[in-house]
């Protein structure tokens, strides 16, 4: 059922509001998953629902143990069935989040219990060809701390070579390109039902709390560059066809920023 304007206004920032303050756990938890199902079925308001998931993995994550599994086929049902641009933008760095906030092995268990290979595909045919859709400062940084810490701490992803050089390529070109503007959403990501003014602001950036203070973003690609080479100098084959393809210069700048250090 789509949600009024005036209803989906309040019911999301509400939501996100308590979870931020209260400890909740069973039925409540139920209710939340519920406003969050509701929210990420809507190609208009598939954003809030990332958001409230957003705020119960940063601020009551073990609440949510007994159902990540149900959210991550939540979130890939609709991936396959009904995606739009902004959708798999929300997923991409939803997914970042995760391995941010919680750990990437974690992540890669519940994948797998959903079906065996699943982070090595969504990595193929999501994440790497998606990434540079991504923009915002804060939402770079996500991507950036959470494929970083999936390229470093995943044994069974090191494994695959060609996959992780693929992986490595693709966020080394995120960090060195600049990023196109976001693309307005389509039409049947507007609930054509709101007025014009609240459509732009609806749409417009919102100002989140860093969930990776810790990690300054002007130290972002020298961090990658040491953890990235480390992992490689434990690989005597890690020199692949995705990385002897890059560009000469990309390369020659990862390698100075890695000097610099």
């Known amino acids: 059922e789509v949600f009024s304007g005036d209803y989906e206004k309040l019911e999301a920032p509400l939501s996100r509001a308590y979870l931020k303050k209260a400890a909740i756990s069973g039925d409540q938890v139920k209710g939340v998953l519920g406003v969050f199902q509701k929210l990420i079925s809507s190609k208009a308001h598939d954003h809030q629902g990332f958001f409230i998931l957003n705020t119960l993995v940063e601020h009551i994550p073990d609440a949510l143990n007994e159902h990540y599994g149900t959210v991550w086929q939540l979130l890939l049902t609709r991936l396959q069935s009904s995606n739009t641009p902004k959708y798999t933008r929300s997923f991409v760095v939803f997914l970042c989040f995760f391995a941010c906030k919680q750990t990437p092995q974690k992540l890669v268990d519940i994948l797998e219990k959903l079906q065996p290979g699943m982070l090595g595909m969504l990595i193929q045919q999501v994440v790497v060809p ?128 890695v000097e610099t250090v």
């Open 130 to 257: 998606k990434l540079s859709t991504v923009e915002g400062g804060l939402e770079e940084k996500v991507c950036t701390v959470g494929l970083t810490r999936v390229l470093c701490e995943v044994p069974a992803l090191s494994q695959n070579q060609a996959l992780w050089a693929q992986l490595l390529t693709a966020l080394l070109t995120y960090l060195e390109v600049e990023h196109p503007e976001q693309p307005a959403p389509s039409a049947d990501e507007v609930d054509m039902t709101y007025s014009a003014a609240y459509a732009a602001l609806h749409y417009a950036r919102r100002p989140e709390e860093d969930p990776v203070p810790e990690i300054l973003l002007q130290q972002l690609l020298p961090k990658v560059s040491l953890e990235v080479l480390e992992v490689q100098d434990k690989q005597d084959h890690l020199v692949t066809q995705e990385l002897a393809a890059a560009e000469p210069e990309q390369l020659d700048n990862f390698k100075d920023q």
